[in-house]
């Protein structure tokens, strides 16, 4: 008894003291659970069928209003028809022109938005009257005119141009693509094509069919009593015409049988997108819901799950990969494990992602990670309700979800009630590990042959090919083996022959080029000098104006650009020292190295790389002509590849010189008009 | 040292108007030298910790681009008291959330947490700015993540180099000339020693504050503070970059070619003053006047009146020392660059030579104040910004102020600002264009690589 009293006095002095010591290697435990306040957001519902949400918040001066209208999914018979509605909402009504419409929203510091079925409105509270009354006569009085559709027509066309190089987007279209099928509204996705043949009729017919009052949901968050949301409501939105949207079967899902890998070929891409996945049925309605986002968790929800530990953390092929999957009360939803990782791990990668996959089906998770992944969703509950959106948001859920009214209530309670049993059944049930699409969008030249032989399971993968659009292609043509008895020697051998035998291309002691180029409508004149000892000069003229010229003596040169001079640096003056020379390849060379055979503008050519990868030059297999030289270099932090494609071969004394140079970036061509050999030159033209 | 901000908000009680976005806070200095601001909103149980260090890119030696980014990563490798790859864990078992982020003037830590976790985000970062664990595991794993986030936020990405190639354009002495991302061979060159080192010259306490922001206890808090922290020992002393760019006083152009677009993008790019200058707030206030919004000048008349321009852009990227202003336009169609060029030079010179009219001044201040207004929603968003404030631009009592600051610029400070700063002959005109295909606009004096 005694010592209890004191331990507790202890205790005291402790806990009190001015410097108390504290353990540092003792992680500190949270405190009490702190107490969540859930709210409910007042409702009321229009004759004509829209429900009113409303969320009194007066933390700052703020309200934002937002219309959702929650039509069952439609296929669109000319995909973007959708996407220019709502570009076209916003730009007037029947009684305020465009530039008034857009002047009031922008002078009031608010943002007014529109998409093809909803709209959103964001002020400070003492405009929001006026805000939300442009809002509604934008949503339900808009004003669709030629000249706009045809402007919006254009911006939309233009701007879809915007994505086709960007390895994410296409991967992620091709990720809908496969799931659901190009005819299904999850699936389908706008093309230039699509989008010139839609009229403003088509226009104004989605809009006229889609946006109405029956499955429309209003929610207004903020600084503002709900009687004059009553009001304001009713002012505004009474008149909404009562009409039901049609309501069409969705397309069929085809799940695959087996594993596959379907690859998307960008030859510009540095790194390749991943996407691994299988269709699923999952409603936020259903018992597997919670159990399901816990197993999500665990394989891909987070930093510390499976996939990111194993592919980032573990193995360091990528800066992140994550594993989702949405939920959909019309059945078509999609598990999907995503990451970009570098070209040359692109098959580990997608080893490594199908191994988790099988981990999270096969062994039953610890109680720490199961533990853990509940405290995440438990902590997110708890702190999404900071933001006064977040109650509106569960009460639209409860509405549309098909939820029932005590849902959030039991939330956490559904969350802590998870077994590792369960993880594990639905881990079985909707990972279907052994009948996953796996696509992967990036730089064939690169990643196809080790993803054509790599194997899951011990057996390998069909591998199908397809076009940015989704359209199943044949496989292009990336690299070819080297036949036997190639090497770099007889690479050199065919072209010194090619260009009219070693014995005259020896007695070639200089050249000088001149030439002219046409760019963008100006011209140009180009002056080229080499010698046998690697002197050049390289000079690019406009109306007699330097505009650019490199000059290498045999040991040290510059660059001048428009009269800004420039030494070379090391690093150029070794290079120029081993490019040095009229035909390099009389050389031998012990160096480089021969690669594989690419095609150079649709001919097969010998690569022959320098040995840091930064020159290659490009050999003809069947005329032994070079046809190109790359160039990689670092330019504003990025690498890019600099290409000179040499073509239209022709004799000038027994050698054969290209009398077309076409510099790419930028797409500069130029023409050879004469070409003088040993003759005309002096070492002053190298100073 | 203890400075209160509660007159303010005294001030709204009384006129009772709901209006009650003052951001109250308590700034103290510990004795080792650690800034600490407190701020209490107890409306919902959350909470953030940040410490913010100051110490950025601009700070990195010569030959070393990407190493303060590169060093943020270490620092989640572990520490002392937690495992190597532990760290994410031990915050998202209490359901809390991380990151971290790095500039080229500093670099930010923080956790959010439901606020019965606070002792242990107080723990966390002390353990950080204590004894991290720095080693070549760490080094080897995340110089492999770190050329990946580069893979994926540069070099793969449309656009991704206007950003990070700018700054060699437009400064030639100042360290702002590299980039924060690096190039891959300064990131492959980082060796374990210049982490170690970097940490002893930078990671002080007295070269940090910490942030603490939610639903807290001021006293207790305190209290918290000082076991966790008071004893973590000052460093020596941080010298700040000093160093003074000569004015641009030549026009620049140059090109350079981006393998993931097919849109060519020309834009202007000017040096602006530091952030802390009055002048900084007027270029944002510009970028409002000319891309703000479908009635602002250049989008008005270049996308939608001319239709030469799918998309304009304007902003003012400031740093501590000094400001990056960029103004672009991406062509309609097959507009030629040089006519983008045309429009913006003519939206500068109308900026330049005519007071802009009482009602667009009305507008930005109403921009402004909703902008103002909508800053302060979320801790984790309040803690960063008194970081910030109290740190780069040494007020962190800006958080309430600086809607006076915008309030109190005239509509004749936009016309000297835009006379001073955005002339022809200080800047670069920056022609973007896609790698692979013939570009579209009239790209002049295409300087030749061989």
Redo the contacts between chains.
């Keep these: 008894m005694k010592t209890k009293i004191l331990s507790f006095f202890i205790t005291c002095l402790v806990a009190f003291g001015v410097?108390?010591q504290?353990d540092?290697?003792v992680?500190?435990e949270?405190?009490?659970?702190?107490?969540?306040n859930l709210e409910e957001p007042e409702t009321f519902d229009l004759d004509n069928g829209m429900k009113v949400m409303v969320v009194e918040n007066?933390?700052?001066?703020?309200v934002t209003a937002r219309l959702v209208i929650d039509n069952k999914p439609h296929s669109e018979a000319k995909p973007g028809t959708a996407a220019l509605l709502s570009a076209m909402l916003g730009t007037g009504t029947e009684k305020i022109s465009k530039?008034d419409y857009?002047?009031e929203?922008?002078?009031?510091?608010?943002?007014v938005s529109f998409g093809s079925e909803s709209a959103y409105a964001n002020?400070?509270s003492k405009?929001f009257p006026r805000v939300f009354e442009l809002m509604a006569k934008g949503a339900l009085n808009p004003k669709f005119t030629q000249e706009e559709f045809e402007?919006q027509k254009?911006?939309l066309i233009?701007?879809l141009?915007?994505?086709?190089?960007?390895?994410?987007s296409i991967a992620s279209r091709m990720s809908n693509v496969l799931a659901f099928g190009k005819n299904h509204p999850y699936g389908e996705f706008a093309t230039p094509e699509s989008v010139e043949s839609i009229s403003l009729q088509d226009v104004i017919s989605y809009y006229q069919t889609y946006f109405a009052p029956e499955n429309a949901y209003l929610v207004v968050v903020g600084?503002i009593d709900d009687d004059k949301v009553k009001d304001l409501v009713e002012d505004h939105f009474e008149d909404w015409k009562k009409a039901t949207p049609p309501v069409a079967d969705l397309p069929a899902i085809n799940p695959v049988k087996n594993t596959q890998i379907n690859f998307v070929d960008m030859p510009?891409?540095?790194?390749s997108e991943l996407r691994v996945q299988n269709t699923i049925d999952i409603k936020m309605s259903d018992e597997d819901y919670f159990p399901l986002l816990i197993a999500n968790q665990i394989l891909g929800g987070?930093?510390?799950s499976y996939l990111n530990?194993n592919l980032?953390?573990k193995?360091?092929?990528?800066?992140g990969a994550r594993t989702s999957f949405d939920t959909d009360k019309y059945g078509a939803s999609n598990f999907v494990a995503s990451t970009?990782?570098?070209n040359a791990v692109t098959d580990s990668a997608i080893v490594e992602t199908i191994k988790e996959i099988r981990r999270i089906r096969s062994e039953k998770v610890t109680e720490k990670d199961l533990?853990?992944a509940k405290?995440?969703?438990?902590?997110?509950?708890?702190?999404a309700?900071?933001?006064p959106s977040t109650i509106a948001q569960y009460a639209l859920n409860i509405e549309t979800q098909n939820l029932d009214d005590d849902f959030y209530e039991n939330y956490l309670q559904k969350i802590e009630g998870v077994t590792a049993e369960e993880v594990m059944r639905v881990a079985k049930k909707y990972f279907n590990a052994d009948q996953m699409r796996i696509i992967v969008v990036g730089k064939g030249a690169e990643v196809v042959e080790n993803l054509e032989s790599l194997k899951l399971q011990g057996k390998s993968v069909p591998v199908n090919y397809f076009d940015k659009l989704g359209n199943s292609v044949k496989k292009p043509v990336f690299n070819k083996p080297i036949p036997a008895g190639v090497t770099v020697q007889s690479v050199y051998d065919a072209y010194i022959k090619a260009i009219g035998g070693k014995e005259a291309a020896q007695k070639v002691n200089s050249v000088i080029m001149t030439g002219t180029a046409n760019?963008?409508?100006r011209n140009f004149d180009v002056v080229m000098k080499q010698t046998k000892d690697g002197k050049f000069l390289?000079e690019?003229t406009m109306q007699g104006m330097v505009?650019?010229k490199?000059v290498f003596n045999g040991e040290t040169g510059y660059n001048s650009?428009?009269g800004q001079k420039m030494d070379f640096t090391a690093e150029e003056i070794a290079e120029a020292k081993k490019e040095a020379g009229i035909f390099p390849e009389l050389k031998p060379d012990v160096d480089s190295k021969l690669t594989g055979i690419e095609t150079v503008n649709g001919e097969e050519a010998y690569v022959i790389s320098s040995s840091d990868g930064k020159t290659k030059n490009f050999y003809s297999v069947t005329s032994g002509l070079k046809l190109q030289t790359l160039?990689i270099?670092?330019?504003?932090?990025?690498?890019?590849?600099?290409t000179?494609g040499y073509s239209n071969y022709k004799t000038v004394n027994g050698i054969q010189y290209p009398h077309t140079r076409i510099?790419?970036?930028?797409?500069?061509e130029i023409t050879i008009n004469t070409i003088q050999v040993n003759e005309g030159i002096t070492d002053a033209d190298f100073q | 040292m203890i400075k209160k901000f509660s007159l303010t908000a005294l001030s709204c009680l009384l006129f009772g108007t709901g209006f009650s976005q003052e951001v109250e806070f308590t700034k103290y200095e510990l004795d080792n030298g650690l800034d600490v601001i407190l701020h209490q909103d107890n409306s919902a149980p959350v909470v953030t910790v940040g410490v913010m260090y100051h110490v950025g890119a601009k700070d990195e030696e010569e030959g070393r681009s990407g190493f303060a980014h590169f060093f943020e990563h270490l620092l989640f490798e572990g520490t002392e008291n937690i495992e190597r790859g532990e760290w994410f864990n031990i915050v998202g078992a209490q359901g809390g959330s991380n990151n971290a982020n790095t500039t080229q003037d500093r670099t930010y830590y923080y956790e959010t947490f439901p606020s019965n976790s606070l002792k242990l985000g107080l723990w966390m970062e002390a353990e950080r700015m204590l004894h991290p664990v720095i080693n070549q595991i760490g080094v080897d794993t995340q110089n492999e993540v770190v050329k990946e986030e580069k893979r994926l936020r540069v070099d793969n990405q449309p656009y991704g180099q206007l950003i990070f190639g700018m700054g060699e354009f437009m400064f030639k002495k100042h360290p702002y000339r590299t980039s924060v991302i690096g190039t891959m061979a300064d990131l492959d060159a980082a060796k374990l020693d210049e982490f170690k080192d970097f940490f002893k010259k930078y990671y002080g306490p007295n070269n940090a504050v910490l942030v603490v922001a939610g639903d807290i206890d001021i006293s207790e808090t305190k209290k918290l503070i000082e076991d966790y922290y008071g004893d973590i020992p000052r460093g020596s002393k941080v010298e700040p970059v000093n160093i003074k760019e000569d004015p641009i006083k030549k026009a620049m152009v140059d090109t350079t070619y981006d393998d993931n677009i097919q849109i060519p993008l020309i834009s202007l790019v000017y040096r602006t003053p530091g952030m802390k200058e009055k002048d900084s707030y007027v270029l944002n206030m510009i970028s409002t006047i000319l891309t703000e919004g479908k009635s602002s000048r250049m989008y008005k008349k270049m996308v939608d009146d001319e239709k030469e321009a799918l998309q304009v852009l304007a902003f003012n990227n400031s740093m501590e020392d000094y400001g990056m202003y960029v103004i672009g336009a991406l062509p309609m169609g097959d507009t030629p660059l040089n006519t983008l060029a045309e429009s913006m030079d003519e939206e500068i010179k109308k900026l330049q030579t005519e007071l802009i009219s009482e009602k667009e001044f009305q507008k930005l201040q109403n921009i402004y104040m909703n902008r103002f207004v909508n800053s302060n929603s979320t801790v984790q968003g309040i803690a960063s910004s008194l970081a910030t404030y109290h740190m780069l631009y040494g007020d962190a009592n800006l958080i309430n102020k600086e809607i006076e600051i915008y309030q109190n610029i005239t509509r004749e400070d936009i016309k000297r600002v835009a006379s001073e700063y955005l002339n022809d002959n200080q800047r670069l005109k920056l022609y973007y264009l896609p790698a692979s295909e013939k570009p579209e606009g009239d790209a002049e004096n295409q300087s030749q690589k061989q």
Aim: charged residues 20%.
């Design positions: 410097q108390a504290i540092r290697s992680q500190p949270p405190g009490p659970a702190p107490k969540i007066h933390k700052l001066p703020v530039d857009i002047e929203i922008d002078f009031m510091g608010a943002s002020s400070l405009f402007s254009s911006q233009e701007g141009k915007f994505s086709e190089k960007d390895v994410s600084d510009n891409a540095d790194q987070s930093f510390g530990m980032r953390e193995h360091g092929f990528t800066y970009s990782v570098r533990e853990l405290s995440k969703f438990t902590g997110n509950f708890v702190m309700l900071e933001r760019f963008q409508g390289n690019l505009l650019n490199s650009v428009q160039t270099v670092e330019q504003m932090g990025q690498t890019v590849n600099s000179t510099l790419s970036p930028p797409g500069l």
